[in-house]
């Protein structure tokens, strides 16, 4: 086989073996969907090393080397360099001949799954180690699923954020209950980000625009959502809690059909009808979900309901708005008119803000929409 056939492999088994991880820090090593993306990444290492006897792997300075060879940029392979450098991995190498046991045990660790010890070599995969600073350096040691226990640096988010958020969203397209400790890790990591980066982090979320639209807005709104609480002097449980609505805020767009949320031109009342109905669809999603705090199935219900009692669902006489569900409102409708789709370019800052100063008081609460273009003027982005 030839040397582009063998590093298509590799990189393969790379995508592959990321997917895995993202999947068990998730939701545990027994749950299906982990054992499936385990055989996947198992078998693509297998048959690479079927044509090799070991893949030898460095990280240097954020990039990845394999077999001596700087590698071509590519999306995977820099998540799983930063991600090698995050867990203080340098070197790594795969042997010929291991067993499937012994690759669990490595994507457990990887994972950070509970119960098991630091990642460390085992006999046909070796890890090479860096010596990593003590706690309140620079960096620290990452994980998929733990509270805490890195310090995400901010050119991390995006792919950090996505991988996880991806996972969250297909399991809910898939109809299966998620476990909430990889959209909990994000949204500690994203409070630490906050108290580091300060304005950067917003800047990041105020001036993407993706077409990953679903995940990335998720991930935007967040931000968005948390810079407001922040500045209004929100800390702690509660932040954090505000984090995780603003982040589950449209799963019930999972409850969608795809050809709706996909479709390039004006949807019929029908299809109208059948997306709205996903705030009460996530909503009672997210209330059945344990481990999930109230309060994301409340914004969930309410990010579509106005001010003025207009939007929908349609809210009785005298409703209340939560306050989480009125900046997420805010920062949701921000970044989908700052969002590139098929269909439409992005608006400038300049003429959302016009739109939203147009609806304060109505569609919206007037001190948040103030506070909320306050923070972006402060990025001199208005």
Not at 91 to 106: I, K, M, T
Not at 110 to 137: C, K
Not at 178 to 194: C, D, N, Q, R
């Amino acid at each position: 086989m030839s040397d582009v056939s063998i590093s298509h492999e590799i990189n393969e088994f790379i995508r592959h073996l990321l997917s895995a991880v993202a999947a068990a820090g998730l939701y545990g090593m027994n749950h299906q969907q982990v054992t499936r993306l385990t055989d996947v990444a198992h078998a693509s290492l297998a048959r690479t090393l079927a044509l090799r006897s070991d893949i030898a792997m460095l990280e240097v300075d954020g990039e990845l080397i394999i077999d001596g060879e700087p590698q071509p940029f590519s999306m995977v392979l820099d998540r799983f360099a930063q991600y090698l450098r995050g867990n203080g991995i340098g070197h790594l190498r795969f042997l010929a001949g291991g067993a499937r046991p012994e690759f669990n045990r490595f994507i457990a660790a990887l994972a950070h799954q509970p119960g098991m010890a630091e990642l460390g070599s085992s006999e046909f995969i070796r890890v090479g180690r860096l010596d990593m600073p003590e706690h309140g350096d620079e960096s620290g040691r990452a994980g998929t699923g733990g509270i805490g226990t890195k310090r995400l640096d901010l050119r991390e988010l995006p792919g950090v954020e996505l991988a996880r958020l991806t996972e969250v969203y297909e399991a809910v397209n898939r109809k299966e209950r998620f476990k909430p400790s990889g959209v909990t890790a994000t949204v500690a990591e994203l409070v630490e980000a906050f108290n580091r980066e300060g304005e950067a982090i917003l800047m990041l979320a105020a001036l993407r625009e993706q077409d990953e639209y679903t995940f990335t807005h998720a991930a935007n709104v967040c931000i968005l959502t948390m810079a407001q609480a922040i500045s209004l002097g929100i800390q702690g449980q509660l932040l954090n809690d505000i984090g995780m609505a603003a982040m589950l805020h449209d799963i019930g767009k999972m409850f969608v059909p795809e050809e709706i949320l996909t479709k390039p031109g004006k949807l019929t009342e029908e299809e109208i009808k059948l997306m709205r109905l996903h705030p009460v669809k996530g909503g009672r999603y997210l209330m059945e979900t344990s481990g999930i705090p109230q309060l994301a199935g409340i914004v969930a219900y309410e990010h579509h309901m106005f001010e003025n009692s207009g939007g929908y669902p349609a809210a009785p006489s005298g409703w209340k708005l939560n306050l989480a569900s009125q900046m997420t409102t805010i920062a949701d409708v921000f970044d989908a008119m700052r969002t590139r789709r098929s269909y439409k370019e992005p608006l400038s800052p300049r003429k959302i803000a016009n739109m939203l100063l147009e609806k304060a008081g109505k569609e919206f609460n007037p001190q948040l929409v103030t506070n909320f273009l306050h923070l972006l003027a402060r990025l001199k982005k208005l």
